[in-house]
């Protein structure tokens, strides 16, 4: 491994990307600082992440800090060396990014900005960010190319939008900064130990928690939203990346950050495109449980179909996607059935 020795700042490392990010820097022989809030995660997810690192556990550090708490990161780079950033921390919920708009431009844009000043101060010039498909809003046509035009139809996606803007500002006015946007897709699985995954706070609003919350009888129905889109079946097309491909992604990317690279932009996703109703299906084979559905109208600002050129990942990070929606499904039962209450039932915090 290239950079073996060195120390990342994970930034929402406690979360669902995160964690699963933070396990592969790890056994791939990198140091990691997590600094979290805890908004929407556990520090068990930390300690688990630690116990499945083995050996290299001893390479993982957590600071319960809030992005926006400037004295606290400005502390923490004096403190420590950085050779580079991984950015997730932020809040991801359409539909509240929709009924509390500043408290997303607060916390995504405020958090980002004063992350750049601390890190500018400090000579750290070197970035990943968790971009997303959202910022292709409705896209004329699949699959999304990294040129395809870029909008947002909600205040999340208008996060993305406005902090990938600023990244390449930024550039353009240092050019020692090297910078990696990576668009996700729709990630989705978790750790084949079934010892971390998803544990999102509250109603899930991304399909696979809640297929899995109605698996594990939290939940009595899946309400599938739209069955009248120009797809397969009727019902909405993304596509799914294991979040274990997604994690490597980050590593592939964090290599890259040793080339001559400025503001780049790279698709995370497997190219290929699933339907609700499929993906329901998989879990369905891979759990043995039957999801029961409510069929409804259209989600406000859903797409009909988005999935992925995965072209220029792997030409220039050299990485793909190993795994397909019988593993992803597999993986995502494997977790939700050996924690049907995600980390809440030993945290007791909450
Ligand atoms: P997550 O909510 O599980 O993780 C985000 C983490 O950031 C959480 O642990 C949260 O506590 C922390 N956080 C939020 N605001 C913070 C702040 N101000 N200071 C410190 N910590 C803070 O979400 P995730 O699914 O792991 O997503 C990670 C990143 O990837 C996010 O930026 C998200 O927008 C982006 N993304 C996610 C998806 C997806 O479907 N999961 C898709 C595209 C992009
Ligand atoms: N979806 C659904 N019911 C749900 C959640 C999602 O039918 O409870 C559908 C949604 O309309 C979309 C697909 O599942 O077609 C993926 O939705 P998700 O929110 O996970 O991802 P995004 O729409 O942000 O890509």
Redesign the pocket.
């Known amino acids: 491994m290239v950079m073996a020795t060195k120390n990342i700042l994970v930034?929402?490392?406690?979360?669902?990307?995160?964690?699963h990010t933070v396990l592969q820097l790890l056994l791939g022989g990198f140091k990691a600082v997590v600094?979290?809030?805890?908004?929407?995660?556990s520090e068990i997810?930390i300690q688990r992440v630690k116990e499945l690192a083995g050996e290299y556990g001893n390479n993982l550090r957590f600071h319960k800090?809030?992005?926006?708490?400037k004295p606290a990161l400005e502390q923490l780079f004096a403190s420590t060396p950085f050779d580079a950033v991984i950015?997730?921390?932020?809040?991801?919920a359409v539909g509240e990014s929709v009924q509390k708009p500043l408290l997303y431009y607060n916390?995504?844009i405020i958090?980002t900005i004063t992350l750049l000043e601390v890190m500018a101060a400090h000579g750290c010039k070197k970035l990943v960010f968790?971009?997303?498909?959202?910022v292709y809003g409705w896209p004329k046509e699949v699959p999304c190319t990294e040129e395809f035009p870029l909008s947002a139809t909600n205040p999340?996606g208008r996060t993305?939008l406005f902090i990938e803007e600023i990244f390449r500002d930024i550039y353009r006015s240092d050019s020692e900064w090297k910078i990696i946007l990576l668009?996700?897709?729709?990630?989705v699985g978790a750790h084949s130990s079934g010892y971390i995954g998803?544990?999102?706070h509250g109603i899930p609003n991304?399909l696979m928690p809640f297929v899995q919350q109605v698996a594990v009888g939290r939940r009595p129905a899946l309400t599938v939203f739209g069955n009248d889109y120009n797809t397969v079946d009727g019902t909405g097309v993304r596509d799914y990346i294991h979040v274990i491909d997604l994690a490597d992604g980050h590593i592939a990317a964090l290599c890259k950050l040793n080339d001559s690279i400025g503001c780049e932009v790279y698709n995370l996703g497997t190219g290929k495109g699933t339907s609700v109703l499929e993906m329901v299906a998989a879990f369905e084979k891979a759990s043995g449980k039957k999801i029961p559905l409510v069929m409804a109208g259209r989600r406000p600002g859903d797409c009909e179909i988005v999935y992925a050129s995965t072209e220029k990942a792997e030409r220039e990070l050299d990485w793909k996607a190993k795994y397909g929606i019988d593993e992803m499904c597999r993986d995502q039962w494997n977790w939700a059935s050996k924690n049907p209450y995600g980390y809440e039932a030993q945290d007791s915090s909450k």
């Open positions: 930034t929402g490392g406690a979360g669902y990307i995160g964690s600094v979290d809030n805890l908004d929407n995660s997810a800090v809030d992005l926006r708490d950015h997730f921390a932020g809040l991801k916390n995504n958090g968790s971009s997303s498909a959202t999340y993305k668009r996700y897709f729709n990630p998803e544990d999102p991304n």
